[in-house]
């Protein structure tokens, strides 16, 4: 996200988690999480992932059925 910033203002990126316990996404998918919609990046952007590093495994886990 960070060379995305520097090298091209035009482009988008997004962050979507599979095969996780939990499920947020606009289409109600199971195991799917959408962390970080389509959009530009930016300093909150990357301060806001880098803020759940510590906890990801707590917070997203992972799916047991059917994976």
């Known amino acids: 996200m960070k060379t995305k910033i520097i090298t091209s203002d ?16 606009s289409l109600n998918f199971n195991h799917v999480y959408v962390l970080q919609k389509l959009d530009s990046p930016d300093a909150a952007a990357i301060k806001g992932v880098e803020r759940r590093i ?9 799916a047991r059925e059917g994976l």
Not at 54 to 62: A, I
């Open 54 to 62: 510590p906890t990801f495994s707590k917070d997203f886990g992972y």
């Open 10 to 25: 035009n482009d988008k990126i997004g962050i979507v988690l599979y095969g996780c316990k939990e499920t947020s996404n």
